[in-house]
Every structure is written in C-alpha cells, then in structure tokens.
T-cell receptor, first 109, second 113 residues
Framework: AQRVTQPEKLLSVFKGAPVELKCNYS??????LFWYVQYSRQRLQLLLR??SRESIKGFTADLNKGETSFHLKKPFAQEEDSAMYYC???????????FGKGTLLTVNP | GAGVSQSPSNKVTEKGKDVELRCDPI?????LYWYRQSLGQGLEFLIY????????KSGLPSDRFSAERTGGSVSTLTIQRTQQEDSAVYLC???????????FGSGTRLTVV
C-alpha cells in the first residue's frame, strides 16, 4: 500500500527566508506526486505535480526516487505563502490520491 | 457548473441521526472522489466513482457510510446513525480522469452533537 509522510505539522519562517516542506513516500512502483495547497478559508487546490516539472508561485519540487522524496522548496518565502500544504501520491491515472497529513506553513513578516 | 458544488456547507446533527451530503461535480468530469478532512488526520480517502460505479470504496470507515452517484453526475454521501467521531469536513473532488488533477469543492462541515 502507498503512504505519504509529511514529518512537520508546523513550519514557521520569516519573509525572505528559504523554505522547504518535506514529503516522503512509500510505494514500490512509479508514482505520480503532487502538492496541494489550502489557503485560509479557500478550497484545496493543486499547486504542482512532478510530471509537469513546473514552477508555480516560485515553488518547485523534484522527485527523488532514490530517497523516495518530493520536497517542496521556495528560495524566498512571502507572507502570502502562509497556508496548509499537502503532499499526495497516486499509483497512476484513474487511481485515488493518497494524501499526507499536511504541513501548516506560517511566513512571518 | 463552473466548479464543484457541495451542500449543505454546514450541518449540525444529533448523534444517532442520518445525514446526506451532496456533491455536484464539474460537468463532464467522469471521476468523483469523497474525502474526509479532520484536524490532525489530513485527508482520508473515502470512495471513488468512475461514472456511476465505485471501483474503490476501501476508505469507507464502516457500514454506516454509503455513497451513490447517479447519471454520472451528482453524488450523495449518506452517514447513518451518526457518531461524534464522524464530525469532520467532507470534501468532494471531480476530475476528467487520466492525468488531469482534481478540482475540490468547498466541503461540508459536519458537526455531530
């Protein structure tokens, strides 16, 4: 069975500092990895996915199959990045997403 | 519709009562998912529909929980004989399937008193 672990429930950084939200997964096959974000009083929304290899709002994430990780990074955090971040894994198309328990990021002024 | 619509947005019910939660997916989205979001537990998968059938209902916590989808569109999640531990936000998401991502609704906050 697949599992997603986000070791930090809470992460607090200052504006302008680098930020890294950790995500580790366990799955024997080749998974699809995603990051979802939920801003205060808003719906959960897709931030980025590994197959797109894109940068959204300055965030990037690289899939490291050797370390089974998909950490989310941003070089200079902004206050508007404060939100709950969820890492998620999918075995393949047309399968469910399995989510981690989330990390609440607070960016202080 | 423009997005995934869930109703009601809030529901307070007495322990032991039955509740029905509704999800209206984006038109044309064949896949529909129900999740439960509670503090400290993240998002727990409940059930997945492809069209009207449910190939994966492995996340339903007990036989008090059931869901159906009709016409490949609207879905209803029913919780019978509600318990206090059922209190959570119930999220619905829909997708075109394939490599497309999910679009989430705003959820139904269920409180069992």
């Amino acid at each position: 069975a697949q599992r997603v672990t986000q070791p930090e429930k809470l992460l607090s950084v200052f504006k302008g500092a680098p930020v890294e939200l950790k995500c580790n997964y366990s799955y024997s096959g080749s998974p699809e990895l995603f990051w979802y974000v939920q801003y205060s009083r808003q719906r959960l929304q897709l931030l980025l996915r590994h197959i797109s290899r894109e940068s959204i709002k300055g965030f990037t994430a690289d899939l490291n199959k050797g370390e089974t990780s998909f950490h989310l990074k941003k070089p200079f955090a902004q206050e508007e990045d404060s939100a709950m971040y969820y890492c998620a894994l999918r075995r393949g198309s047309n399968y469910k997403l399995t989510f981690g328990k989330g990390t609440l990021l607070t960016v202080n002024p | 519709g423009a997005g995934v619509s869930q109703s009601p947005s809030n529901k307070v019910t007495e322990k032991g009562k039955d509740v029905e939660l509704r999800c209206d997916p984006i038109s044309g989205h064949t896949a529909l998912y129900w999740y439960r979001q509670s503090l400290g537990q993240g998002l727990e998968f409940l059930i997945y529909f492809q069209g009207n059938s449910a190939p994966d209902k492995s996340g339903l916590p007990s036989d008090r929980f059931s869901a159906e989808r009709t016409g490949g569109s609207v879905s209803t999640l029913t919780i019978q004989r509600t318990q206090q531990e059922d209190s959570a936000v119930y999220l619905c998401a829909s997708s075109k399937g394939g490599n497309y991502g999910y679009t989430f609704g705003s959820g139904t906050r269920l409180t069992v008193v």
